[in-house]
Protein backbone atom coordinates (compact mmCIF):
# COMPACT_ATOMS: atom_id res chain seq x y z
CA UNK A 1 0.00 0.00 0.00
CA UNK A 2 2.88 2.41 0.22
CA UNK A 3 3.65 1.80 -3.85
CA UNK A 4 1.80 5.13 -4.12
CA UNK A 5 3.70 7.25 -1.72
CA UNK A 6 6.68 6.05 -3.29
CA UNK A 7 5.75 6.90 -7.09
CA UNK A 8 4.88 10.40 -5.77
CA UNK A 9 7.93 10.58 -4.01
CA UNK A 10 9.85 10.06 -7.13
CA UNK A 11 7.71 12.79 -8.93
CA UNK A 12 9.31 15.65 -6.83
CA UNK A 13 12.80 13.90 -5.80
CA UNK A 14 13.54 11.79 -8.95
CA UNK A 15 13.19 7.98 -9.64
CA UNK A 16 16.66 7.19 -8.91
CA UNK A 17 16.64 7.35 -5.32
CA UNK A 18 13.52 5.71 -4.88
CA UNK A 19 14.52 3.31 -6.60
CA UNK A 20 17.64 2.83 -4.17
CA UNK A 21 15.84 3.13 -1.17
CA UNK A 22 13.98 -0.01 -2.66
CA UNK A 23 16.25 -2.01 -3.18
CA UNK A 24 17.86 -1.36 -0.21
CA UNK A 25 14.63 -2.34 1.67
CA UNK A 26 14.44 -5.56 -0.17
CA UNK A 27 18.06 -6.51 0.91
CA UNK A 28 17.34 -5.91 4.43
CA UNK A 29 14.29 -7.44 4.41
CA UNK A 30 15.50 -10.48 3.03
CA UNK A 31 18.18 -10.91 5.41
CA UNK A 32 16.35 -10.06 8.23
CA UNK A 33 13.42 -12.95 7.47
CA UNK A 34 16.32 -15.60 7.07
CA UNK A 35 17.19 -14.43 10.58
CA UNK A 36 14.25 -14.42 12.01
CA UNK A 37 12.98 -17.36 14.01
CA UNK A 38 9.62 -16.77 15.33
CA UNK A 39 6.43 -15.31 12.92
CA UNK A 40 6.40 -11.79 14.08
CA UNK A 41 9.96 -11.45 13.04
CA UNK A 42 9.23 -13.63 9.77
CA UNK A 43 6.01 -10.66 9.63
CA UNK A 44 8.04 -7.76 10.45
CA UNK A 45 10.79 -8.64 8.20
CA UNK A 46 8.02 -8.81 5.08
CA UNK A 47 6.87 -5.48 6.27
CA UNK A 48 9.75 -3.71 5.76
CA UNK A 49 9.70 -4.76 2.19
CA UNK A 50 6.41 -3.61 1.36
CA UNK A 51 7.56 -0.35 3.49
CA UNK A 52 10.41 0.59 1.74
CA UNK A 53 9.76 -1.10 -1.66
CA UNK A 54 7.80 0.97 -4.69
CA UNK A 55 10.10 -0.01 -7.15
CA UNK A 56 7.41 -1.64 -9.64
CA UNK A 57 5.56 2.09 -10.51
CA UNK A 58 8.50 3.78 -10.43
CA UNK A 59 10.51 1.02 -12.83
CA UNK A 60 7.50 1.61 -14.73
CA UNK A 61 7.68 5.47 -14.84
CA UNK A 62 11.36 5.17 -15.76
CA UNK A 63 10.34 2.85 -19.09
CA UNK A 64 7.72 5.47 -20.26
CA UNK A 65 10.45 8.31 -19.73
CA UNK A 66 12.80 7.08 -22.10
CA UNK A 67 10.60 5.76 -24.44
CA UNK A 68 8.14 7.57 -26.94
CA UNK A 69 5.25 6.01 -28.80
CA UNK A 70 7.48 4.28 -31.39
CA UNK A 71 8.93 1.65 -29.09
CA UNK A 72 6.96 1.57 -26.20
CA UNK A 73 5.53 -1.34 -26.80
CA UNK A 74 8.95 -2.92 -27.34
CA UNK A 75 10.48 -1.67 -23.77
CA UNK A 76 7.62 -2.72 -21.68
CA UNK A 77 7.61 -6.12 -23.41
CA UNK A 78 10.42 -7.02 -21.36
CA UNK A 79 8.32 -6.35 -17.92
CA UNK A 80 6.62 -9.68 -18.15
CA UNK A 81 9.96 -11.17 -18.04
CA UNK A 82 11.51 -9.97 -15.71
CA UNK A 83 8.58 -11.06 -13.01
CA UNK A 84 8.11 -14.44 -14.78
CA UNK A 85 12.15 -15.36 -14.33
CA UNK A 86 11.72 -14.28 -10.78
CA UNK A 87 8.57 -16.20 -9.84
CA UNK A 88 10.75 -19.58 -11.54
CA UNK A 89 13.76 -19.08 -10.21
CA UNK A 90 12.62 -17.79 -6.57
CA UNK A 91 10.34 -20.88 -5.65
CA UNK A 92 13.34 -23.28 -7.16
CA UNK A 93 16.40 -21.04 -5.05
CA UNK A 94 13.58 -21.15 -1.68
CA UNK A 95 13.53 -25.07 -1.93
CA UNK A 96 17.09 -25.98 -3.05
CA UNK A 97 19.06 -23.78 -0.32
CA UNK A 98 16.23 -24.12 2.49
CA UNK A 99 17.87 -26.42 5.83
CA UNK A 100 21.30 -26.87 3.69
CA UNK A 101 22.97 -28.66 6.95
CA UNK A 102 20.05 -31.51 6.19
CA UNK A 103 20.30 -30.94 2.75
CA UNK A 104 23.82 -30.33 1.85
CA UNK A 105 25.62 -31.96 5.14
CA UNK A 106 29.08 -32.72 3.79
CA UNK A 107 29.52 -29.24 3.33
CA UNK A 108 26.89 -27.46 6.30
CA UNK A 109 25.92 -30.28 8.04
CA UNK A 110 29.14 -28.95 11.09
CA UNK A 111 27.87 -25.59 10.71
CA UNK A 112 25.91 -24.11 13.75
CA UNK A 113 25.07 -20.76 12.19
CA UNK A 114 22.94 -22.79 9.56
CA UNK A 115 21.27 -24.88 11.56
CA UNK A 116 20.25 -22.54 13.93
CA UNK A 117 18.50 -19.88 10.95
CA UNK A 118 17.94 -22.65 8.56
CA UNK A 119 16.45 -20.05 5.59
CA UNK A 120 19.05 -17.86 5.56
CA UNK A 121 21.05 -19.12 3.14
CA UNK A 122 17.99 -19.13 0.71
CA UNK A 123 17.01 -15.61 1.84
CA UNK A 124 20.54 -14.49 1.66
CA UNK A 125 21.13 -15.53 -2.31
CA UNK A 126 18.30 -13.04 -3.42
CA UNK A 127 19.11 -10.33 -0.85
CA UNK A 128 23.11 -10.42 -2.58
CA UNK A 129 21.57 -10.34 -6.01
CA UNK A 130 19.52 -7.05 -4.84
CA UNK A 131 22.95 -5.57 -3.09
CA UNK A 132 24.53 -5.94 -6.42
CA UNK A 133 21.46 -4.38 -8.35
CA UNK A 134 21.75 -1.49 -5.77
CA UNK A 135 25.60 -0.81 -7.62
CA UNK A 136 24.78 -1.27 -10.60
CA UNK A 137 21.76 1.19 -10.32
CA UNK A 138 24.26 3.57 -7.93
CA UNK A 139 26.72 3.56 -10.71
CA UNK A 140 25.04 3.34 -14.10
CA UNK A 141 21.57 4.28 -13.98
CA UNK A 142 20.49 7.80 -14.85
CA UNK A 143 18.03 9.79 -13.29
CA UNK A 144 14.86 10.48 -16.04
CA UNK A 145 12.44 12.47 -14.26
CA UNK A 146 13.73 16.24 -15.57
CA UNK A 147 11.42 17.87 -13.26
CA UNK A 148 12.46 16.30 -10.01
CA UNK A 149 14.80 18.23 -7.44
CA UNK A 150 17.97 16.43 -6.03
CA UNK A 151 17.66 16.14 -2.37
CA UNK A 152 21.59 17.53 -2.01
CA UNK A 153 19.82 20.56 -4.08
CA UNK A 154 17.36 21.16 -1.50
CA UNK A 155 19.73 20.89 1.71
CA UNK A 156 21.93 23.34 0.18
CA UNK A 157 19.10 25.95 -0.22
CA UNK A 158 18.05 25.38 3.27
CA UNK A 159 21.28 26.07 4.74
CA UNK A 160 22.10 29.23 2.77
CA UNK A 161 18.00 30.43 4.01
CA UNK A 162 19.35 29.49 7.46
CA UNK A 163 23.06 31.23 7.09
CA UNK A 164 21.22 34.70 6.01
CA UNK A 165 21.94 37.63 8.32
CA UNK A 166 19.20 38.40 10.69
CA UNK A 167 19.32 41.96 9.03
CA UNK A 168 18.31 40.64 5.82
CA UNK A 169 15.42 42.11 4.25
CA UNK A 170 12.24 40.15 3.79
CA UNK A 171 12.46 40.89 0.23
CA UNK A 172 15.29 39.09 -0.22
CA UNK A 173 14.23 36.36 2.21
CA UNK A 174 11.75 35.83 0.16
CA UNK A 175 13.46 35.89 -2.99
CA UNK A 176 15.41 33.11 -1.83
CA UNK A 177 13.31 31.04 -0.20
CA UNK A 178 11.32 31.03 -3.34
CA UNK A 179 14.30 29.30 -5.50
CA UNK A 180 14.53 27.03 -3.06
CA UNK A 181 11.09 25.94 -3.24
CA UNK A 182 9.97 23.37 -5.14
CA UNK A 183 6.72 22.69 -7.35
CA UNK A 184 3.71 21.24 -5.74
CA UNK A 185 2.79 17.88 -6.41
CA UNK A 186 -0.98 18.06 -7.65
CA UNK A 187 -3.82 16.85 -5.02
CA UNK A 188 -4.86 13.68 -5.26
CA UNK A 189 -8.65 15.09 -6.70
CA UNK A 190 -6.85 16.57 -9.75
CA UNK A 191 -5.27 13.20 -10.60
CA UNK A 192 -8.27 11.35 -10.77
CA UNK A 193 -9.23 11.71 -13.76
CA UNK A 194 -11.41 9.67 -15.97
CA UNK A 195 -8.51 8.60 -18.26
CA UNK A 196 -6.47 7.64 -14.82
CA UNK A 197 -9.76 5.65 -13.27
CA UNK A 198 -10.16 3.70 -16.69
CA UNK A 199 -6.28 2.81 -17.03
CA UNK A 200 -5.91 1.52 -13.48
CA UNK A 201 -9.61 -0.20 -13.20
CA UNK A 202 -8.56 -1.91 -15.75
CA UNK A 203 -4.97 -2.92 -14.70
CA UNK A 204 -6.54 -4.14 -11.45
CA UNK A 205 -8.85 -6.39 -13.51
CA UNK A 206 -6.19 -7.75 -15.62
CA UNK A 207 -4.73 -8.85 -12.34
CA UNK A 208 -7.37 -10.43 -10.72
CA UNK A 209 -7.82 -12.41 -14.25
CA UNK A 210 -4.79 -13.23 -14.13
CA UNK A 211 -3.91 -13.87 -10.28
CA UNK A 212 -6.76 -16.01 -10.00
CA UNK A 213 -5.74 -17.87 -13.20
CA UNK A 214 -2.01 -18.67 -11.65
CA UNK A 215 -3.35 -19.56 -8.34
CA UNK A 216 -5.90 -21.93 -9.81
CA UNK A 217 -3.40 -23.86 -12.53
CA UNK A 218 -1.03 -25.29 -10.00
CA UNK A 219 -3.31 -26.92 -8.06
CA UNK A 220 -5.80 -28.01 -10.72
CA UNK A 221 -2.45 -30.09 -12.24
CA UNK A 222 -1.75 -31.35 -8.16
CA UNK A 223 -5.24 -32.57 -7.71
CA UNK A 224 -6.12 -36.41 -8.27
CA UNK A 225 -8.24 -36.82 -11.68
CA UNK A 226 -11.40 -38.20 -9.90
CA UNK A 227 -11.71 -34.84 -7.72
CA UNK A 228 -11.73 -32.69 -11.13
CA UNK A 229 -7.60 -32.14 -11.79
CA UNK A 230 -4.76 -33.77 -13.27
CA UNK A 231 -2.97 -35.67 -11.17
CA UNK A 232 0.30 -34.46 -11.97
CA UNK A 233 3.72 -35.06 -9.60
CA UNK A 234 5.51 -31.99 -8.97
CA UNK A 235 8.29 -32.60 -10.99
CA UNK A 236 5.90 -32.79 -14.20
CA UNK A 237 3.79 -29.79 -12.64
CA UNK A 238 7.62 -27.83 -12.74
CA UNK A 239 7.99 -28.75 -16.19
CA UNK A 240 4.55 -27.18 -17.58
CA UNK A 241 4.98 -24.10 -15.28
CA UNK A 242 8.80 -24.16 -17.35
CA UNK A 243 7.89 -24.32 -20.80
CA UNK A 244 5.32 -21.28 -19.46
CA UNK A 245 7.95 -19.38 -18.64
CA UNK A 246 10.14 -19.94 -21.63
CA UNK A 247 7.87 -19.40 -24.55
CA UNK A 248 6.13 -16.17 -22.71
CA UNK A 249 10.04 -15.02 -22.70
CA UNK A 250 9.98 -15.59 -26.58
CA UNK A 251 6.11 -14.30 -27.06
CA UNK A 252 7.04 -11.20 -25.39
CA UNK A 253 10.33 -10.21 -26.93
CA UNK A 254 9.69 -11.52 -30.51
CA UNK A 255 5.58 -10.72 -31.16
CA UNK A 256 4.05 -8.34 -29.03
CA UNK A 257 5.39 -4.75 -30.18
CA UNK A 258 4.48 -6.43 -33.79
CA UNK A 259 1.07 -7.58 -32.77
CA UNK A 260 0.65 -4.04 -31.15
CA UNK A 261 1.92 -2.15 -33.79
CA UNK A 262 -0.30 -4.09 -36.40
CA UNK A 263 -3.52 -4.37 -34.82
CA UNK A 264 -3.80 -1.61 -32.35
CA UNK A 265 -2.92 -1.13 -28.21
CA UNK A 266 -7.12 -2.05 -27.07
CA UNK A 267 -7.72 -4.94 -29.44
CA UNK A 268 -4.42 -6.99 -28.27
CA UNK A 269 -5.66 -6.01 -24.88
CA UNK A 270 -8.98 -7.32 -25.34
CA UNK A 271 -8.03 -10.47 -27.11
CA UNK A 272 -5.49 -10.85 -24.27
CA UNK A 273 -8.25 -10.80 -21.42
CA UNK A 274 -10.52 -12.83 -23.67
CA UNK A 275 -8.00 -15.57 -24.07
CA UNK A 276 -8.78 -16.37 -20.55
CA UNK A 277 -11.95 -17.93 -21.26
CA UNK A 278 -10.54 -20.28 -23.36
CA UNK A 279 -8.15 -21.27 -20.77
CA UNK A 280 -10.52 -21.71 -17.87
CA UNK A 281 -12.76 -23.42 -20.02
CA UNK A 282 -10.03 -25.89 -20.75
CA UNK A 283 -9.35 -27.24 -17.37
CA UNK A 284 -12.58 -29.40 -17.40
CA UNK A 285 -11.68 -30.44 -21.15
CA UNK A 286 -8.58 -31.56 -20.00
CA UNK A 287 -10.27 -33.26 -16.80
CA UNK A 288 -12.20 -34.77 -18.81
CA UNK A 289 -10.19 -36.00 -21.50
CA UNK A 290 -7.93 -37.27 -18.72
CA UNK A 291 -10.55 -39.31 -17.41
CA UNK A 292 -11.64 -40.94 -20.71
CA UNK A 293 -8.21 -41.36 -21.07
CA UNK A 294 -7.30 -42.72 -17.67
CA UNK A 295 -4.66 -40.44 -17.14
CA UNK A 296 -2.57 -38.12 -19.05
CA UNK A 297 -1.95 -38.79 -22.68
CA UNK A 298 -0.90 -37.68 -26.04
CA UNK A 299 -4.13 -35.90 -26.45
CA UNK A 300 -4.05 -34.75 -22.52
CA UNK A 301 -0.84 -33.66 -23.13
CA UNK A 302 -1.78 -31.28 -26.55
CA UNK A 303 -4.83 -29.88 -24.31
CA UNK A 304 -2.43 -28.77 -21.69
CA UNK A 305 0.21 -27.00 -24.07
CA UNK A 306 -2.75 -25.07 -26.27
CA UNK A 307 -3.76 -23.76 -22.94
CA UNK A 308 -0.31 -22.75 -21.75
CA UNK A 309 -0.27 -20.91 -25.33
CA UNK A 310 -3.73 -19.52 -24.60
CA UNK A 311 -2.50 -18.29 -21.01
CA UNK A 312 1.00 -16.62 -22.67
CA UNK A 313 -1.20 -14.47 -24.73
CA UNK A 314 -3.13 -12.98 -21.28
CA UNK A 315 0.27 -11.23 -20.86
CA UNK A 316 -0.29 -9.10 -24.09
CA UNK A 317 -2.57 -7.51 -21.96
CA UNK A 318 -0.03 -6.07 -19.38
CA UNK A 319 2.32 -4.64 -21.96
CA UNK A 320 -0.97 -2.40 -23.87
CA UNK A 321 -2.10 -1.60 -20.27
CA UNK A 322 0.84 -0.13 -19.49
CA UNK A 323 0.89 1.74 -22.03
CA UNK A 324 -2.71 3.50 -21.38
CA UNK A 325 -1.52 4.34 -17.72
CA UNK A 326 1.55 6.09 -19.24
CA UNK A 327 -0.52 8.09 -21.91
CA UNK A 328 -3.72 8.67 -19.35
CA UNK A 329 -1.34 11.04 -16.99
CA UNK A 330 -2.29 14.51 -17.01
CA UNK A 331 1.21 15.51 -17.16
CA UNK A 332 4.93 14.10 -16.76
CA UNK A 333 5.04 15.66 -13.19
CA UNK A 334 2.14 12.86 -12.30
CA UNK A 335 3.41 9.77 -13.92
CA UNK A 336 4.62 8.21 -11.05
CA UNK A 337 1.22 8.86 -8.75
CA UNK A 338 -0.70 7.64 -11.62
CA UNK A 339 1.65 4.58 -11.56
CA UNK A 340 1.21 4.40 -7.91
CA UNK A 341 -2.09 4.51 -8.05
CA UNK A 342 -2.90 1.85 -10.49
CA UNK A 343 -0.25 -0.25 -8.78
CA UNK A 344 -2.23 -0.23 -5.65
CA UNK A 345 -5.48 -1.93 -7.45
CA UNK A 346 -3.57 -3.99 -8.21
CA UNK A 347 -1.93 -5.20 -5.35
CA UNK A 348 -4.95 -5.06 -3.99
CA UNK A 349 -6.25 -7.39 -6.33
CA UNK A 350 -3.25 -9.73 -5.93
CA UNK A 351 -4.07 -10.12 -2.42
CA UNK A 352 -7.50 -11.03 -2.91
CA UNK A 353 -8.00 -13.20 -6.16
CA UNK A 354 -5.53 -16.05 -5.25
CA UNK A 355 -7.11 -16.80 -1.89
CA UNK A 356 -10.57 -16.77 -3.63
CA UNK A 357 -9.86 -19.04 -6.47
CA UNK A 358 -8.29 -21.18 -4.42
CA UNK A 359 -11.18 -21.33 -2.16
CA UNK A 360 -13.96 -21.78 -4.64
CA UNK A 361 -11.97 -24.24 -6.37
CA UNK A 362 -12.31 -26.67 -3.01
CA UNK A 363 -15.44 -25.27 -2.26
CA UNK A 364 -16.66 -26.66 -6.22
CA UNK A 365 -14.73 -30.15 -5.31
CA UNK A 366 -16.59 -30.31 -1.54
CA UNK A 367 -20.07 -29.29 -2.77
CA UNK A 368 -20.07 -30.94 -6.15
CA UNK A 369 -22.06 -28.14 -7.93
CA UNK A 370 -21.83 -28.50 -11.92
CA UNK A 371 -19.80 -31.86 -12.00
CA UNK A 372 -16.77 -29.75 -9.55
CA UNK A 373 -16.34 -27.34 -12.40
CA UNK A 374 -18.44 -24.51 -10.94
CA UNK A 375 -14.81 -22.24 -10.21
CA UNK A 376 -14.37 -21.81 -13.80
CA UNK A 377 -18.05 -20.50 -14.18
CA UNK A 378 -17.36 -17.97 -12.07
CA UNK A 379 -13.74 -17.21 -12.90
CA UNK A 380 -15.81 -16.84 -16.50
CA UNK A 381 -17.89 -14.25 -15.20
CA UNK A 382 -15.11 -12.21 -14.21
CA UNK A 383 -13.69 -12.29 -17.38
CA UNK A 384 -17.09 -11.06 -19.02
CA UNK A 385 -16.53 -7.86 -16.58
CA UNK A 386 -13.62 -7.24 -17.48
CA UNK A 387 -14.51 -7.14 -20.76
CA UNK A 388 -17.17 -4.75 -20.22
CA UNK A 389 -14.66 -2.34 -18.37
CA UNK A 390 -12.17 -2.95 -21.38
CA UNK A 391 -14.81 -2.00 -23.71
CA UNK A 392 -14.59 1.43 -21.58
CA UNK A 393 -10.76 2.34 -23.21
CA UNK A 394 -10.75 4.53 -26.40
CA UNK A 395 -9.70 2.85 -29.70
CA UNK A 396 -6.35 5.25 -29.80
CA UNK A 397 -4.02 5.50 -26.56
CA UNK A 398 -4.74 9.30 -25.25
CA UNK A 399 -1.99 10.61 -25.97
CA UNK A 400 -2.22 9.45 -29.27
CA UNK A 401 -6.03 11.44 -29.51
CA UNK A 402 -4.01 14.38 -28.46
CA UNK A 403 -1.75 14.41 -31.63
CA UNK A 404 -4.58 13.91 -33.71
CA UNK A 405 -6.59 16.89 -32.28
CA UNK A 406 -3.37 19.17 -32.59
CA UNK A 407 -2.23 17.74 -35.80
CA UNK A 408 -5.79 18.94 -37.21
Given at each position: ???????????????????????????????????????????????????????????????????????????????????????????????????????????????????????????????????????????????????????????????????????????????????????????????????????????????????????????????????????????????????????????????????????????????GIASSLI?????????????????????????????????????????????????????????????????????????????????????SIERGYL??????????????????????????????????????
Amino acid sequence: MTVLYWSRLSDRYGRKPVILTGLFGLSLSMYSFGLSRTYWGAVFSRSLNGALNGNIGVIKCMVAEITDHTNIAHAYAYLPISWATGQALGPAIGGYFSRPAEQFPDVFGNNEFMKKYPYFLACSIPATFSVLAWLVTLMFLKETNATSVAVSDLWKKSKSTEDLPRTASSSSVSSITTKASTPEPMPMRAILTKPVIIAAVNYAFLALVDMTLRAVQPVFLSTPIELGGLGLPPYKIGRVLSFYGVFNGLFQIFLFARINERFGTKKVYVVGIASSLIVFAFFPVINLLARAGNGPNPIVWAAVGFQVIMSIIINFSYGCVFIYIAASAPNKSTLGAVNGLAQVGVSIMRTVGPATANSLFSFSIERGYLGGYFVYVVLAAIVVISLVVADQLPNKVWRDEKESESSS
